[in-house]
């Protein structure tokens, strides 16, 4: 078996080891933050597939992925549903006390936390986890906020690359991949 091609500096590795749960802002991040309206006015979102693969990733690697956003439609509900996601929080503009609902809930602490976010609402979440990342097109204070800021835009794979790197630092990147071998 090959080594896998992705790797990260063990120093990042480092940090984001432990990781049990990971919270994921939509706009900006699943998305590429554009709103595209029908005629109807309903906003109509792109989700990028490398994105949803890495979510499923993740839950296989034994890390839940937590989705919590101040926006709420129905195609981000049927995209959270396709993907498993269970917990999810909608139409929050205060994000650290859903996220904190969740952490309950699952029994953890913000020890055991990742985030990745791309704007000023994300920030109360990010700085309370133990390892947060920001999308390159992120605004400049979280990417400031940020222990990892992605190589891919956000809605253009930078989940997927955040989720690549919780599941390097876990040890199961590798044994997922060997899978598709």
Request: hydrophobic content about 45%.
């Amino acid at each position: 078996m090959p080594a896998p091609a992705l790797n990260f500096p063990p120093e990042l590795l480092l940090q984001a080891q432990g990781i049990r749960v990971a919270f994921f802002d939509v706009d900006g991040v699943l998305t590429d933050g554009g709103l595209y309206l029908s005629d109807q006015g309903e906003a109509l979102k792109r989700f990028h597939i490398l994105d949803g693969l890495g979510l499923k990733l993740l839950q296989r690697g034994g890390i839940t992925p937590a989705v919590v956003t101040g926006r709420d439609s129905a195609p981000l509900r049927a995209r959270m549903q396709a993907l498993g996601i269970e917990q999810v929080h909608y139409g929050t503009e205060d994000k650290a006390p859903a996220a904190q609902r969740t952490l309950q809930a699952l029994g953890l602490d913000w020890s055991q936390a990742a985030a990745i976010g791309d704007d000023w609402p994300d920030l109360p979440v990010l700085r309370r986890c133990a390892f947060a990342a920001a999308p390159a097109n992120a605004h400049a204070e979280v990417k400031a906020a940020a222990a990892y800021v992605t190589q891919a835009a956000g809605g253009h794979g930078a989940a997927r690359e955040f989720c690549d790197l919780l599941l390097v630092a876990a040890g199961r990147y590798a044994q997922l991949l060997e899978a598709y071998r």
